[in-house]
């Protein structure tokens, strides 16, 4: 049987929806695919070099943003992002593990570092914020993919009078959070964006 890398590329993340990133092996890919082991290297020299493709094509779109005024394309580069390590089981490991220098990758870089660019910030300031974004997104995403994975343990370690504030503020703190606790974070960033755009403009 001939397969194709699309075939290769496809069947692995379908993989990983099923299995999860821990269980993603080519021994396995090569058995899901109905061909002999070995057979999926004609297409990824590596397993390394497979995750790398399967995180580019988990970006496929997200750079797509039309023109916005730079904040509100920071936001939607962000929540595409966040959408998309969603949409496939441990979607954010596997972008955070690999280093993947590939087309929808750079894509993001240049959309998200052009939109901080436009907002005022150097060059150097755009990429590095450009990586403050995608931590953020990224962080985020994993610890509410690895939280709906098993219950929160966090409210019985809680003691009221070890930990008085963490107590107080209990009820918003557990995991999954939802979509708003992301949102939060990212109108943080957006306004510390703007602070540093304000505080250093009759520097450039």
Do not use: C
């Not at 990133?21 to 080519?26: I, T």
């Not at 394309?73 to 969603?86: F, G, N």
């Not at 949409?87 to 490991?93: I, L, S, Y």
């Amino acid at each position: 049987m001939r397969i194709n890398r699309e075939q290769v590329l496809a069947a692995a993340l379908d993989l990983l929806d099923e299995a999860g990133l821990d269980q993603l092996s080519m021994r396995r890919l090569a058995t899901a695919l109905g061909v002999q082991n070995g057979a999926t290297y004609w297409h990824f020299r590596s397993k390394q070099a497979l995750l790398e493709a399967m995180a580019d094509e988990l970006l496929a779109g997200v750079a797509d943003v039309t023109e916005l005024p730079w904040e509100a394309r920071v936001t939607e580069l962000a929540t595409r992002l966040r959408r998309a390590l969603l949409a496939r089981r441990d979607g954010a490991r596997v972008f955070s593990g690999v280093f993947f220098p590939l087309p929808n990758a750079l894509a993001y870089g240049n959309a998200l570092i052009g939109a901080l660019l436009e907002a005022g910030l150097s060059p150097k300031d755009a990429a590095w914020t450009a990586d403050t974004v995608t931590y953020h997104v990224v962080a985020h995403t994993i610890e509410e993919q690895l939280a709906a994975e098993g219950p929160d343990r966090l409210e019985a370690a809680v003691d009221p009078v070890r930990h008085p504030h963490l107590h107080a503020a209990l009820a918003h703190v557990p995991s999954p959070h939802p979509e708003q606790h992301f949102h939060h974070g990212l109108r943080l960033i957006v306004a510390g964006i703007r602070a540093e755009v304000a505080a250093t403009a009759p520097d450039r």
